[in-house]
C-alpha cells in the first residue's frame, strides 16, 4: 500500500477522523530510541483480562500496538452488523483500496491475509517440470507447499548485503514461480528496487516474479506496485498483519494483471470478513499511521540493536520490525532458554542455526527481552563468531549511527 493516492471516507463521517498529534514527516529510520514515543493515537488499550497471555511475546513479527485508533472504532461499530454478510462494505473496501494503490479495481484481490496467496500462487504457476526459486534463508510458505506438491525448489543464499541475489535466482530456465520476500523475512534486509526492475527483464520466459512486500511499510523503500502496469508476469503482495497491526483479523491482497492473475483468481477472491474490510479502510485513510508507526518501530529496534552490539552480539541491518541475531549457538536452545525467562523469541533457519530471529515489541517488550537476554547470556558463552553465516554480520555501530 503506497502512503499517497485517492481516499474515500465512508468511515469518516460516522466515527470521525483520528486525531494524530505527530506533525510533518517520519523520524529518521535509523533515529534513536529516545526520539520514537508512540502518540495517544497509536497507543494500544490494554488487553482484555479474558483474553490475556502470560510473558512477552515477540516471536511472529506482529505489530504489538494492534489496530490503530480509527480501525478500532469501526471494529466496535461494525459489530452489530456482523449478522449479515455485507458484501457491500467488502465491496466498496475492494475499489477503495484499489484507488488508494492507484490501480484498476480488477488488478486487485482481497485475500485473510497475504498467506492465502502464497499457498496458492505455487499451485497456480509451479509444477513437476515448472520449479519454484527461493532465497535462503526467507520466509518459506511457497517452499512448504511446494514440496507437498513435488516441485522441485531451488535455493539461493542472499548476498553479502541481505538482498536477494536476483541474478542466480533468475538463472534456473525452468523456473515458474521466483519469490522475493522485499524487505526479506527473517533477516529484515532490503533487495533494491533496480534489482528487481533487473529481474523482470531477465527473468525464464513465462516465470512469475511474486514480490512479498509484507514489511515494505516499516522501511523507506518504495513498492513495485507501480511496475505492474507494464509487467503482466509480476504479482506483488500486501499485508494488513504487520505495521497495520490486523494480524488477529486477517487481512491482505495480491496485486497483478492479465493471465496472471486471473490464475490466482479462479481460485478464490475477497474471501475477507467485513470487520476486516472495515478496519482495513480505515487504516488506509489514517494518513499518519504508516510515518509514526515507521518512526517507533525503527527506534525501538535500532535501540536494542545497539545493546546487543554492546554486548558482543552481531546483527543483520533491518529495516523492519524483525531482525536475526548471531548467538554462537544452537539457536533453539537460546529459545527455549529465553522461553523459561517469559520471553518467547522467533525461531532459526537450517542454514542459519546459530542466528535467532527475533520481533521487535513494544519498548517495554524490548526491555523485557534484555532482561531476559542478559540472564541467558550469564549461563554460558555466546560467541559472536559462527561459520553458518559470517557474511551477514552487518549491523554494525556505524549503521545505526
Known amino acids: 500500500m503506497t502512503d499517497t493516492g485517492s481516499r474515500r471516507h465512508f468511515l469518516r463521517s460516522s466515527l470521525g477522523a483520528s486525531a494524530l498529534a505527530v506533525a510533518g514527516s517520519a523520524l529518521p529510520l535509523l533515529g534513536g530510541c529516545a526520539s520514537a514515543q508512540p502518540t495517544s493515537s497509536i497507543l494500544a488499550p490494554a488487553p482484555g483480562a479474558r483474553f490475556a497471555r502470560k510473558g512477552t511475546f515477540i516471536n511472529y513479527n506482529e505489530y504489538p500496538l494492534g489496530p490503530c485508533e480509527s480501525a478500532r472504532e469501526a471494529l466496535v461499530e461494525i459489530i452489530g452488523h456482523t449478522g449479515f454478510y455485507r458484501f457491500d462494505l467488502i465491496q466498496h473496501f475492494h475499489d477503495s483500496l484499489a484507488a488508494h494503490l492507484g490501480v484498476d479495481a480488477e488488478q486487485v484481490i482481497l485475500y485473510p491475509g497475504s498467506g492465502w496467496a502464497l499457498e496458492l500462487a505455487p499451485r497456480v504457476f509451479t509444477s513437476a517440470e515448472r520449479s519454484l526459486v527461493v ?7 511457497c517452499e512448504q507447499v511446494a514440496k507437498r506438491m513435488g516441485t522441485p525448489v531451488h535455493r539461493v543464499p542472499l548476498l553479502a548485503n541481505g538482498a536477494h541475489d536476483l541474478t542466480a535466482m533468475c538463472a534456473f530456465p525452468d523456473a515458474g514461480l521466483i519469490y522475493v520476500c522485499n524487505p526479506n523475512n ?3 534486509t532490503i533487495t533494491p528496487r533496480e534489482a528487481i526492475v533487473s529481474a523482470l527483464a531477465n527473468k525464464p520466459a513465462g516465470a512469475i516474479l511474486l514480490v512479498d512486500e509484507a514489511y515494505i511499510h516499516f522501511s523507506e523503500e518504495q513498492s513495485v506496485i507501480d511496475l505492474v502496469a ?43 470478513s467485513v470487520t476486516a474490510a472495515v478496519a482495513a479502510q480505515a487504516s488506509i485513510e489514517d494518513e499518519m499511521i504508516v510515518a509514526e508507526r515507521r518512526a517507533y ?78 540472564a541467558v547470556q550469564e549461563q554460558g558463552p555466546l560467541a559472536a563468531a559462527v561459520a553458518c ?3 551477514l554480520r552487518l549491523c554494525t555501530a556505524a549503521a545505526l549511527a
Not at 509487467?231 to 497495520?244: G, M, N, Q, R
Open 135 to 141: 532465497a535462503d534463508p526467507s520466509y518459506e510458505a
Open 186 to 188: 527473517p533477516t529484515g
Open 389 to 391: 553465516a559470517p557474511e
Open 297 to 374: 518501530n525503527s527506534g525501538v529496534r535500532n535501540d536494542v540493536i545497539r545493546w546487543l552490539q554492546a554486548r558482543g552480539i552481531e546483527c543483520t541491518v533491518s529495516h523492519t520490525n524483525c531482525f536475526m541475531m548471531d548467538v554462537g549457538r544452537p539457536g533453539k536452545d537460546v529459545a527455549a532458554a529465553m522461553a523459561s525467562h517469559g520471553v518467547h523469541v522467533g525461531r532459526s533457519w537450517p542454514s542459519w542455526p546459530n542466528w535467532v530471529r527475533v520481533s521487535v515489541g513494544t519498548r517495554e517488550d524490548m526491555e523485557a527481552f534484555k532482561t531476559a537476554f542478559a
Open 230 to 272: 507494464s509487467h503482466p508476469d509480476l504479482i506483488v503482495l500486501h499485508t494488513f498483519a504487520k505495521l497495520y497491526g490486523m494480524a488477529g483479523l486477517r487481512c491482505g491482497f495480491a496485486v497483478g494483471q492479465g493471465e496472471a492473475l486471473a490464475k490466482l483468481r479462479e481460485m478464490g477472491s475477497d474471501a475477507i
